[in-house]
């Protein structure tokens, strides 16, 4: 009983042909979850960036808030010193 060449090419083609599907599919998977993780990764940049800017933002208002304090004490010392009458400008 011998099997004929054409038996075999075609057993060998349909071996191939779902190998290649097969791979198709996976390489397919892979591309979804490379793109769900691009995605995933834009949106910790931005979330990251969102803090990072946020964390500038509160340094600022807290140098804002050190500024108007300063400046409120120096106004209060001369109201001090001129309610005093030890005069000051």
Do not use: C, P, Y
């Not at 004929?4 to 349909?14: K, M």
């Not at 097969?22 to 834009?42: F, P």
Request: glycine share 6%; net charge negative.
């Amino acid at each position: 009983m011998e099997i004929s060449n054409t038996v075999i090419q075609g057993a060998i083609t349909l071996l191939f042909s779902v190998v290649s599907f097969g791979l198709s599919i996976w390489v397919r998977n892979l591309t979804a979850t490379i793109e769900k993780l691009r995605d995933g990764q834009a949106e910790m940049h931005l979330l990251f960036q969102l803090k990072t800017d946020a964390a500038r933002d509160h340094a600022q208002v807290l140098q804002i808030f050190t500024d108007i304090k300063l400046s409120m004490e120096r106004i209060n010392e001369r109201m001090d010193r001129l309610i005093d009458g030890n005069g000051g400008h």
